[in-house]
């Protein structure tokens, strides 16, 4: 693939959208131009008057020492995050990232707090409130739409096993967050953050700014402090691009680490759930308790169970020493704040006691969107078709092919901004017995593993890649959709490997996060190296609620 020149200070790659607007690549959000909302010498906008709050960016850690302490319950933590939810996502700032309330979470609060007082604690996330992405089965009182009018009504059978294991591990599913429709795979065009069912997010660190997604939602939700931590999936980007845009943590794991089942689907290839949280120490710790085999999702059997339960072990202030690092500086050049951000986080590095190998680069990471796009658009029509079929006859559609006529139908509701040009392109595939799936499928895995990924790092003898994970926000445009510069997020994406994104810092008052990614399995060591870098650089800033992007500040 021919790379597009950037006037930046190095090559830029082609983005993910450029794919999508040629209606080869779906999936996810990527990184967008992020745009000037003030004139120079304009007055600082004022902040929309939020109330401070009693649980603002406080861990899983405190909150259970709370408890322990008999400071907080169960049903008084959820109290205040209902209550937060309701002064500043409803009303104030009106964020829009909870697409629905769990009807029952004091309910479930108030049988946790019994069970600590009868038994103790079942472990760190003991009546913790949590939120999940529209797009997680749950087999209670709140729908699964993938934020689609098509599904309202749609019945799961049972849990997703994510959700079996936060039940299990005694978390409070709080609500179920907004996201990017269908994560972000109906249109090459769209919008990131809106939702027919749920309408758009805003970003809490300026309103007129997109949170990216297609776990916009989460990311908007755990950065305002609406939960304590969050659910996201990824496909391509849905994970840790949010997470960057919207100042926090977000892993996206192994494929197989985390079980896909009753997950709504693109790609039983890519897709994954993964913690989004304000701590690294946080994540690992939703982590361990989502990650275990499942025989209904065939890619856990290859993980490795001795990685199965705590996480927080492989955390270790120390963890660059010794450390080789490789800069992948074919991501960088597209804004020159991220750049100056992302050498400045080399210097910590280095500091920290690492060895930085710059660059550390493959051509073939360059070539991956044609293929990609092919394997996701022929994924997308059996898996989720699959998925379908698991709601059975009484589901408000069955196929691929009737949401496309759900859409049609309703396309007032459902495409006042965009269409379904992607959809319509995946229902006119064939089986994945197709020769031109497989093909594509294998130099997926040729370009991002062999010649990729494990290329790069056996030949400097890397622990870990690094780049900028995305650009600062871009203003929201529902008229002509994202705006966008680059992503680093496919490599890792398409490879199925893990990657974890941690702040790096702001450009005028707006979150850039960096990416450290690697092998399959790695888990461990990244988790290692990005606590490394959040305890000595300490870049998370809780969001102002700004109107508009203050362009006279910069962190």
């Known amino acids: 693939m021919d790379n597009s020149q950037s006037s930046g200070t190095g090559p830029r790659p082609l983005k993910r959208r450029d794919f999508l607007k040629k209606g080869i690549l779906g999936g996810v959000a990527a990184a967008t131009m992020p745009g000037v909302s003030m004139a120079a010498g304009t007055p600082p906008p004022s902040a929309t008057g939020v109330e401070p709050f009693e649980l603002d960016e406080i861990t899983i850690a405190d909150l259970q020492k709370g408890m322990a302490a008999g400071k907080y319950t169960a049903r008084s933590i959820t109290q205040k995050y209902l209550a937060r939810v309701a002064a500043i996502d409803k009303k104030g700032p009106s964020l829009n990232s909870i697409i629905e309330l769990n009807p029952d979470a004091l309910k479930i609060a108030d049988e946790l707090d019994k069970e600590r007082k009868a038994k103790g604690p079942r472990g760190p996330l003991h009546g913790i ?77 300026a309103l007129d700014r997109n949170c990216s997604g297609s776990s916009s939602g989460t990311g908007a939700a755990v950065a305002a402090s609406l939960c304590a931590v ?32 009753g997950i709504i689907p693109i790609s039983h290839n890519q897709d994954t759930a993964g913690p989004m949280a304000r701590t690294v120490r946080d994540a690992a710790i939703l982590l361990g308790a989502l990650a275990g085999t499942d025989r209904e999702d065939k890619a856990t ?13 492989y955390l270790n202030p120390k963890g660059f020493q010794g450390a080789r690092i490789g800069v992948v500086r074919r991501y960088f050049g597209f804004h020159e704040g991220v750049d100056k951000l992302m050498n400045q986080a080399f210097d910590a590095i280095k500091q920290s006691g690492a060895t930085i190998v710059d660059p550390a680069d493959a051509d073939a990471l360059g ?49 006042p901004y965009f269409g379904q040009d992607l959809f319509i392109k995946a229902e006119a595939l064939g089986p994945l017995t197709d020769r031109a799936y497989i093909e594509a499928r294998e130099k997926n895995l040729r370009l991002s593993r062999a010649e990729g990924i494990d290329a790069i790092m056996d030949k400097f ?67 290692k190296l990005a606590y490394a870098f959040e305890q000595a650089t300490k870049h998370r800033k809780p969001p102002r609620f700004l109107h508009v992007t203050d362009v006279t500040i910069d962190w």
């Open 230 to 261: 969050g659910i996201g999936t990824e496909t391509d980007g849905s994970i840790v691009s949010p997470s960057s845009i919207c100042g926090i943590v977000g892993i996206k794991p192994t494929v197989g680490l985390v079980s896909r089942t």
């Open 367 to 415: 070539q991956l969107g044609e293929a990609e796009g092919i394997v996701l658009k022929y994924d997308l029509k059996a898996d989720l078709n699959a998925y379908l079929a698991r709601l059975g006859p009484g589901a408000p559609v069955h196929s691929l092919k009737e949401i496309i006529e759900f859409n049609e139908r309703n396309k007032e509701k459902e495409m």
């Open 129 to 205: 409130p949590v939120v999940i992405k529209d797009n997680i089965d749950t087999r209670d009182r709140m729908a699964t739409t993938a934020g689609s009018l098509a599904l309202v009504g749609s019945k799961p059978p049972a849990d997703s096993f994510v959700v079996q294991r936060l039940r299990a591990a005694g978390a409070i599913i709080l609500g179920k967050t907004n996201l990017s429709e269908w994560a972000n795979i109906r249109a090459s065009r769209s919008t990131s953050g809106w939702s027919g069912r749920g309408g758009l997010t805003k970003n809490p660190y």
């Open 461 to 527: 003898n890397l622990d870990a890649l690094v780049a900028p994970t995305e650009s600062p926000a871009w203003t929201t445009d529902l008229v002509t959709g994202d705006h966008f510069l680059c992503s680093s997020s496919t490599a890792a994406a398409v490879a199925g490997y893990p990657s974890i994104t941690v702040p790096v810092g702001f450009v005028f008052g707006l979150p850039v996060g960096i990416s450290f990614f690697g092998r399959a399995w790695s888990e461990p060591v990244l988790l």
């Open 301 to 313: 059997a290859d993980s490795r169970n001795g990685y199965f339960g705590d996480f927080t072990q």
